[in-house]
């Protein structure tokens, strides 16, 4: 599966955005979802998953209760609604794919396919 996030961008912090991540190549509905993001210097680290059929999420603690994950699998697109932005999350973006009807997954070694990655910066 082939994967094209977008949506980075410059924001102010306590701003908003939302990112995209469109599949193609395969059945989306056989896949469960992954954001991850990785700042300069840093590791990559997990942001948040979405099952198969979106009624299981799960979220990092530095994110849980401002970002959403999201997804529509008529579009073939999975979201994440990025609210309350802080600086400390600048940081380019990769959406992730695991083929599994079962579960979310936080490792980053679980996933079979990524995305190319969006910048988004917070400034303060």
């Known amino acids: 599966v082939q994967l094209q996030a977008s949506g980075g961008g410059l924001v102010q912090a306590g701003g908003s955005l939302r990112l995209s991540c469109v599949a193609s190549?395969?059945?989306?509905?056989?896949?469960?979802m992954g954001w991850f993001r990785q700042a300069p210097g840093k590791e990559r680290e997990f942001v948040s998953a979405?099952?198969?059929?979106?009624?299981?999420?799960y979220y990092a603690d530095s994110v849980k209760g401002r970002f959403t994950i999201s997804r529509d699998n008529v579009k073939n697109t999975v979201y994440v609604q990025m609210n309350s932005l802080k600086p400390e999350d600048t940081a380019v973006y990769y959406c992730?794919?695991?083929?599994?009807?079962?579960?979310?997954?936080?490792?980053?070694?679980?996933?079979?396919?990524w995305g190319q990655g969006t910048l988004v910066t917070v400034s303060s």
């Open positions: 190549g395969r059945t989306f509905n056989n896949y469960a």
């Open positions: 992730a794919a695991r083929r599994s009807r079962s579960g979310v997954y936080a490792r980053a070694y679980s996933y079979d396919y």
């Open positions: 979405i099952s198969w059929n979106g009624d299981s999420t």
